[in-house]
């Protein structure tokens, strides 16, 4: 799920547009979703499952919650690529779909929670391929859920409070690839700092061959890395 550091440069537009909703996206993510998962595994603690049940729910609450930090992270030191952001969408969708199946199929309550990979596809690439092929994961999910194979749905009244807890998430996460851009000082600022770490990325940390190619002298290379807080 990391991007390939010597890539070919997207184009301006396109590259903004992808850090900003896809990486905007991917930053969020964990933060909206950790509460929920904390409530749903609190929400469980005293449902009548089996013992292998509850541990395996909560084994893959703290995977993917795991997945989405250290996402959230490497993207502090790494510029967000095309490739990076579609395989995590894809692999969500895929979690999602296994999460919605073993808990209910079509009753399950994280059933609203597949439809963000693919708002956010659409969202950062457009009408491109990786949007055609994001809707057609999610038909394919939609059949799985409601086709596949038949798990228990979760017990009431724990399934029900599940549900409007993923439902508002889903609403967030559904929100955040549309949510509206910041001041312009914070677009610039955000813009420069993607910059920077490409830049930084390409040279393997060279500070001086960086500050070269940005136009920018060593010294006021190194303050605008402290200042966007890229100082190892």
Do not use: C
């Not at 910041?182 to 920077?196: K, N």
């Amino acid at each position: 799920m990391l991007p390939a550091i010597d890539a070919p440069a997207l184009p301006s537009a396109h590259a903004a547009r992808l850090r900003e909703v896809g990486g905007g996206f991917l930053r969020l993510r964990p933060w909206v979703t950790g509460p929920a998962m904390l409530t749903a595994a609190a929400l469980l603690a005293d449902a009548p499952l089996p013992t292998r049940q509850r541990v395996a729910r909560y084994a893959g609450f703290a995977a993917l919650f795991a997945s989405f930090a250290t996402e959230a992270r490497l993207l502090r030191r790494r510029t967000l690529s095309e490739r990076w952001l579609f395989t995590s969408l894809v692999v969500t969708a895929v979690a999602l779909t296994a999460a919605s199946v073993v808990t209910g199929g079509a009753a399950s309550p994280v059933v609203p929670l597949i439809f963000a990979p693919t708002v956010t596809a659409f969202a950062a690439f457009g009408r491109r391929r990786q949007s055609t092929v994001a809707f057609a994961l999610l038909v394919a999910s939609l059949a799985v859920i409601a086709f596949g194979p038949r798990f228990p749905p979760l017990p009431q009244p724990e399934r029900a409070w599940l549900l409007l807890v993923f439902t508002l998430v889903s609403g967030t996460l559904l929100r955040l690839p549309s949510a509206p851009a910041g001041p312009l000082r914070e677009r610039v600022a955000a813009f420069e700092r993607s910059l920077i770490v490409e830049a930084l990325q390409r040279v393997r940390d060279n500070h001086s061959e960086a500050a070269r190619r940005l136009g920018l002298t060593r010294v006021t290379l190194l303050d605008k890395i402290k200042r966007h807080g890229l100082a190892r």
